[in-house]
């Protein structure tokens, strides 16, 4: 997974914040590009986070080990039951991969949607962050 980037591609990919609300990013303050450990570390909502490596920089590949990790870790409940299933049936070949990013495209936007997903951040915001670092972490050829 590619580890940093060009401010512009930033402001390019980062289109939900305003230019001037990036800027204010303290990842886009320091010199030189920006590095992956430097956004996973700010202050920016973890969501965004989440959509930067999911959209921006995974691959297919990645995406898709990155949500069945997520889906099924007991110790991440953020996902409801539904995309567990999903990520089990997809796993054992019962469902198609697209079924499979359907649901989870789905799931994701229930959880953004809930009035209770601070309560999800608070109490499961640092493994789901966790998680998100390891599969982030170079690798060789990175």
């Given at each position: 997974?590619k580890?940093?980037?060009s ?22 303050k ?17 969501k ?9 920089i ?10 069945l990790?997520c889906?099924?870790a007991?110790?991440?409940p ?27 495209v ?15 951040i608070?109490a ?9 670092k390891?599969f ?7």
């Amino acid at each position: 997974m590619k580890q940093s980037f060009s401010k512009s591609f930033m402001v390019a990919n980062y289109s939900h914040y305003l230019e001037q609300e990036l800027s204010t990013c303290s990842f886009m303050k320091k010199e030189g590009d920006v590095t992956l450990l430097a956004i996973l570390d700010s202050e920016i909502d973890l969501k965004d986070k989440l959509f930067f490596v999911f959209y921006n920089i995974a691959t297919e590949d990645e995406r898709e080990r990155i949500a069945l990790s997520c889906a099924e870790a007991a110790r991440v409940p953020i996902f409801p039951n539904h995309l567990v299933w999903s990520a089990k049936d997809y796993r054992d070949g019962k469902i198609t991969k697209e079924e499979f990013l359907a649901a989870l495209v789905g799931a994701a936007d229930d959880i953004y949607a809930e009035s209770n997903y601070d309560d999800y951040i608070s109490a499961y915001g640092g493994q789901l962050l966790s998680l998100l670092k390891t599969f982030c972490q170079p690798v060789a050829g990175d």
